[in-house]
């Protein structure tokens, strides 16, 4: 569970890094299980990837704030600015999340795809 997910925000390295803490937190105000995310049923995780999904997940999962990021809609709008868009940003927090292996067993087939999006981002 000590996995981070690396990423850049403009010129700036930036880290996902969840616990069974902060997902719990992130479940209770989504209003759904995390679990839902990685379900076979594609459509129905990127349904449920919404701007207040992104906002929580800058929220309980960025490392290391800066006092910028104190209001995550303006860290996410900072990163969209610098070339990033909602779907990759979405992308490393969900690599966190499977990072923490609480939703997927082992190294997962699913974590070698979300980092092979990664990758392409």
Same mark, same amino acid.
């Given at each position: ?40 049923? @594609? ?6 990837? !919404? ?6 997940? @800058? ?8 006092? *910028? ?15 990033? !868009? ?13 990072? !923490?292996?609480?939703? !997927? ?6 974590? *070698?795809?979300?980092?092979? @999006?990664?990758?392409?981002?």
């Amino acid at each position: 569970m000590k996995e981070s997910i690396k990423f850049n925000n403009g010129a700036r390295e930036c880290e996902f890094l969840f616990n069974i803490r902060s997902l719990k937190e992130m479940e209770q105000e989504l209003g759904f299980s995390l679990n839902l995310l990685f379900t076979p049923n @594609v459509a129905l995780g990127l349904r449920l990837m !919404t701007i207040h999904f992104t906002q929580l997940g @800058v929220k309980y999962g960025l490392q290391d704030k800066q006092p *910028e990021d104190k209001d995550p809609y303006g860290f996410i709008e900072r990163y969209c600015d610098s070339g990033g !868009t909602l779907d990759t940003l979405n992308a490393h927090i969900l690599a966190a999340i499977d990072a !923490t292996n609480l939703f !997927t067993e082992g190294p997962a087939a699913k974590r *070698e795809e979300i980092r092979k @999006v990664l990758e392409k981002a």
